[in-house]
């Protein structure tokens, strides 16, 4: 099994202008006999999902996905490139989830991290439509350049949900594995996930 998540931790990394991640304990085992934690922040903090709803008014929400397509093959297409063109895609088969490594997570909390990150081009987003892809992940903050959102609007708009911030990528020594993405039941657009590669049982 490869974790494939961010550690949620109090001030973590989040997307500029987004509220920072806190972690608050408010009950004590010295004083009030068991322990207790309240989290602020929003959908998009660290590894996340985000739902069609996100930018369609009438996607499905987070607690619409079925674990049907959350959990299957996925495909790994490396990327040596920040512009990711859509003749990456030229080797995924019908039904795959696609993963893009672009190794960006090595620069996890730095400060280019959320500034200079690999996208989508726009032939891409329009190809992964055409190909009826259910969902894409990457490890990088964004399918985006930083400050546009034309390739969310596409893929979400066309019922593709997007997971972000993933990690540990370079553990997985195959080109196809059996992915999992398990978000909460949340009726929102997004939700941080714990995702996870099973190399016992490689596609």
């Known amino acids: 099994m490869i974790e494939l998540s961010h550690q949620m931790y109090n001030k973590m990394p989040v997307y500029p202008g987004d509220p920072p991640f806190l972690m608050e304990v408010i009950k004590k085992h010295q004083k009030d006999g068991y322990l207790l934690y309240k989290f602020m922040g929003n959908m998009h903090t660290g590894t996340h999902l985000d739902a069609p709803y996100h930018f369609h008014p009438h996607g499905r929400k987070i607690s619409d996905l079925k674990l049907v397509e959350l959990i299957k093959t996925a495909l790994i297409i490396d ?9 990456h895609l030229k080797s995924v ?29 726009h032939e891409c987003a329009d ?5 009826k892809i259910r969902g894409i992940g990457i490890d990088s903050p964004s399918i985006d350049t930083p400050g546009n959102m034309d390739n969310h609007f596409k893929l979400l708009s066309n019922d593709i949900w997007i997971v972000e911030n993933l990690t540990n990528l370079d553990q997985i020594n195959s080109e ?12 929102t657009e997004a939700s941080p996930v714990r995702v996870f590669a099973d190399l016992n049982n490689e596609q």
């Open 176 to 187: 196809r594995f059996r992915i999992y993405i398990i978000p909460p039941l949340f009726e």
């Open 127 to 131: 190809q992964i439509v055409e190909m």
């Open 79 to 87: 990327v040596k490139s920040k512009k990711i063109k859509s003749k």
């Open 93 to 121: 088969e019908e039904d795959e989830i696609i993963i893009f490594r672009t190794k960006w997570s090595l620069k996890w909390d730095k400060e280019e991290y959320f500034s200079e990150n690999p996208y989508l081009s």
